[in-house]
């Protein structure tokens, strides 16, 4: 079946503007991660969704970065007002959730340039 | 919270020879640990894991083994081939229910010559 999906694959915006990034999960998997990969660096956790449970935002580097999961589905993740810094490729993970392990299954990654 | 320490962050073998990767984690109730290929341009993908209840898993030329007592794991590549060139990344977590403890390593990037 389709795997993780995520949308743009690249991004280029200007310091100071909103962006929106898109992930579709593996239909019927619960669980949804997103992760920051700098460049040349390892996976830096953002915000991890369960279900219907409060979302985990303890990896949000700032209150700039939020995200949503509408529908125990697709998620996006908006980072306001972007800096330089935000820089990197936005990876989106899900794995089935429940008891089934936690193997998780990465989308291909948005690549975002701040100018 | 879990906290993962992965070494070397670079290693260079000769094609043939084999390569090790090793990883340690701190919370002693982690019970699961996948390895991830990420090659350059693409999404990590996992291409092996262990539970905490076997000591050593392989699967053709990849193997992991892992020492509960000493809270650490190693990925084994063997017979190693320049398509083995990538980042790769351990992990550790616990497996279960609404679990969110899994942590990654910083990356190895395996470089293999022809």
């Known amino acids: 079946g389709a795997g993780v999906s995520q949308s743009p694959s690249n991004k280029v915006t200007e310091k100071g503007k909103d962006v929106e990034l898109r992930c579709d999960p593996i239909?019927?998997?619960?669980?949804l991660y997103w992760y920051r990969q700098s460049l040349g660096q390892g996976l830096e956790f953002l915000i991890y969704?369960?279900?219907?449970?409060?979302?985990?935002k303890s990896g949000l580097p700032s209150d700039r970065f939020s995200a949503e999961r509408t529908g125990g589905s697709v998620s996006t993740l908006t980072i306001q007002r972007t800096q330089q810094e935000d820089s990197a490729v936005y990876l989106c993970?899900?794995?089935?959730?429940?008891?089934?392990?936690?193997?998780?299954?990465f989308g291909p990654g948005t690549r975002l340039l701040v100018l | 919270g879990e906290n993962v320490e992965q070494h070397p962050s670079t290693l260079s073998v000769q094609e043939g020879d084999s390569a090790v990767i090793k990883c340690t984690y701190s919370?002693?109730?982690?019970?699961?640990f996948p390895w991830y290929k990420q090659e350059l341009g693409k999404r990590p993908q996992l291409i092996i894991d262990?539970?905490?209840?076997?000591g050593e898993k392989k699967d053709q030329r990849i193997a992991v083994t892992l020492n509960k007592t000493a809270k650490h794991f190693s990925l084994h590549i063997t017979e190693t081939q320049p398509e083995d060139s990538a980042v790769y990344f351990c992990?550790?977590?616990?497996?279960?229910?609404?679990?969110?403890?899994?942590?990654f390593g910083a990356g190895t990037r395996l470089t293999v010559k022809p």
């Open positions: 992990a550790a977590s616990i497996d279960m229910y609404n679990n969110n403890d899994m942590r």
């Open positions: 919370d002693s109730a982690s019970n699961y």
């Open positions: 969704f369960q279900g219907n449970s409060a979302p985990d």
């Open positions: 262990i539970r905490s209840n076997v």
């Open positions: 239909s019927g998997h619960t669980a």
């Open positions: 993970a899900s794995s089935p959730g429940g008891h089934k392990g936690e193997t998780q299954y």
